[in-house]
């Protein structure tokens, strides 16, 4: 009952209620007729029979309906009476003989039995329509219980259902949106639609300083950072091709150009539904990786593992640069990072891609929350905190693309992402 829906728990409590109900009254009714049977014909024959035994006092025979029976006879247990009859005790019984029910009084009067026999089967035909009467009242009652359970559940829902649909709606989150309270009255259902109307006002509220934050954010980054990017390329047009100072002028001007990077991606997941309508660079898959590829081999080089792309399938579809970006740089990123040798390999397939390493893995344990922000596997090294892997699982979902993490053949990890 606990996985139904709201109205079918109540259609449901209702049709109990009035299976309880009705089952109880029907049984009552069961028991009233069976009572009332055993004590209504006693007393007839008992009446019968007081006729019956004082028309005999009196010398004359007595009259007996086409349903009754009279055996006299001196004694109990005496061989005129037909064995079933024999030696019963004295008052009301009933006996089913040859597959017929009897009702049987037994009295000793004036030294003598008396033993007055009635036939049930037109009683019992009576008592049998009383029951089926009482069953088909009960499953009429279900029925109706039915019925009615689910038409009131219909109404009492139709405020909820409503009321769900108004804070689905998109509009809800503009700051314009009109309160939900004041259509519904101040019963369960107006408190619930006034605990929306506050929660959707922290909900926009939130909304808003993200959006002020985010705006505020890539203003003030974008200028520093253009700064440092021209100030590199200046220092390194002045300085000769053999200073020892070029060395860290590309550094930073390699940080810098990340953090960019980072900024841009994470102002456009910043922007959810707004940034699938808003225009961005495009490129293929192709143009991306080899990229990638050639800024991430110095990487490779200084911690002498191979880095090595492979173009197995092309594909011409476009995807949005920084996004894909996004995503082929942190992944490249984390295998470098934790990979002491052998190679690291990216592998084009179609419209999907494999960053393949042959570092030590990630247990099964830690598989479902290495995409987590702020979450490092067991083996985590150096300065990361964690969210590289969440920020590509955020790209993934918004673009809806697909990545799955498994081992490698002789060990390490593959991260495979499906852009179709």
């Known amino acids: 009952m606990a996985e139904r829906s709201l109205s079918g728990r109540i259609v449901t409590a209702f049709t109990l209620m009035t299976t309880v109900v009705a089952g109880l009254f029907a049984l009552a009714i069961v028991i009233f007729i069976n009572q009332a049977e055993v004590q209504l014909v006693a007393e007839g024959l008992n009446r019968q029979l007081d006729v019956i035994t004082s028309t005999v006092s009196e010398g004359e025979k007595p009259y007996l309906g086409p349903e ?43 030294g003598k039995r008396f033993i007055l026999v009635l036939d049930q089967v037109e009683f019992e035909e009576r008592e049998n329509r009383l029951y089926i009467a009482a069953v088909s009242g009960f499953a009429l009652s279900l029925l109706a219980a039915f019925i009615i359970g689910t038409l009131t559940a219909g109404k009492v829902i139709a405020p909820v259902i409503r009321l769900s649909g108004q804070v689905r709606h998109r509009d809800q989150l503009l700051s314009l949106a009109p309160p939900l309270a004041t259509d519904y009255p101040a019963d369960e259902v107006g408190q619930l639609a006034a605990a929306f109307d506050d929660t959707l006002n922290q909900l926009r509220e939130a909304l808003d ?3 002020l934050f985010t705006s505020d954010v890539s203003h003030e980054l974008r200028t520093p950072l253009m700064v440092i990017a021209s100030s590199c390329e200046l220092l390194l047009e002045t300085l000769p091709h053999d200073a020892r100072e070029r060395t860290q002028i590309e550094r930073i001007q390699h940080a810098s150009e990340e953090m960019r990077e980072l900024v841009e991606t994470f102002m456009w997941l910043a922007r959810g539904e707004q940034a699938k309508r808003q225009p961005a660079s495009m490129n293929t898959l192709q143009h991306i990786a080899e990229e990638q590829f050639r800024r991430w081999s110095p990487d490779a080089e200084q ?11 092309p ?19 984390n295998a470098l990072h934790y990979t002491d040798k052998g190679d690291v390999q990216l592998v084009l397939q179609g419209r999907r891609f494999k960053v393949i390493d042959s570092g030590a893995g990630i247990p099964i344990a830690e598989r479902l929350s290495v995409f987590r922000p702020f979450v490092r596997g067991g083996s985590s090294r150096g300065d990361g905190i964690g969210i590289g892997l969440s920020l590509v699982q955020r790209i993934c979902a918004q673009q809806g693309w697909k990545i799955e993490l498994s081992d490698a053949a002789g060990g390490g990890c593959v991260f495979e992402v499906d852009l179709g």
């Open 315 to 333: 594909d011409d579809t476009l995807y949005p640069t920084p996004m894909l970006r996004a995503v082929i740089a942190n992944l490249l990123r």
């Open 68 to 110: 009754l029976t009279l055996y006299r006879a001196p004694s109990a247990d005496d061989a005129t009476l037909p064995d079933w009859l024999r030696n019963l005790t004295p008052g009301f019984s009933e006996i089913e003989h040859d597959d017929v029910d009897w009702h049987v009084l037994t009295r000793d009067e004036a």
């Open 303 to 313: 911690r002498r593992l191979g880095l090595r792309l492979t173009v197995e399938a």
């Open 209 to 211: 300083r993200e959006r």
